[in-house]
């Protein structure tokens, strides 16, 4: 069994737009890696009618909330095992994505604000991973 994973930073609850934002980017930026992957599955539902709707995962996608402290060491492990992952901070948030890429790109890490962190992979390992986080609330 595979999911999907969104961590969103705590300073998100209560900014209920910009939390959609972030997980929606996210979304697209493991999507977007596991697409080519066997292990990812999406699948079209039908209605009674015919209707379709198309590429929905066929895996579940949970969204917890952390600090961006522990966010940042949970990216750390993502990247030593080379999992599709994403990452989304403050400075994606206004202006294009020009002027965003700019942005970010002016910070080092350690002053990069982070508000989410996103991965797809086995449940298997991913659960362990995800042990010092909570479900999000908003």
């Not at 961590?7 to 080519?36: C, D, F, Y």
């Not at 060491?73 to 994505?97: H, I, K, N, Q």
Request: charged share 25%.
């Amino acid at each position: 069994m595979h999911k999907s994973i969104i961590i969103l930073a705590e300073t998100l609850r209560g900014r209920p737009a910009e939390a959609l934002n972030v997980m929606g980017h996210l979304s697209q930026a493991i999507g977007a890696q596991a697409k080519g992957s066997a292990d990812a599955r999406f699948v079209d539902y039908q209605d009674q009618e015919g209707g379709r709707y198309p590429g929905i995962s066929w895996w579940p996608l949970i969204c917890l909330s952390g600090r961006p402290t522990k966010m940042w060491a949970y990216w750390d492990e993502l990247v030593s095992r080379d999992l599709p992952r994403g990452a989304f901070f403050e400075t994606m948030l206004t202006g294009g994505s020009e002027e965003q890429v700019r942005k970010t790109a002016e910070h080092a890490r350690p002053d990069l604000p982070l508000l989410g962190v996103a991965v797809f992979g086995e449940a298997a390992v991913l659960d362990p991973l995800g042990r010092k986080f909570s479900l999000w609330k908003a």
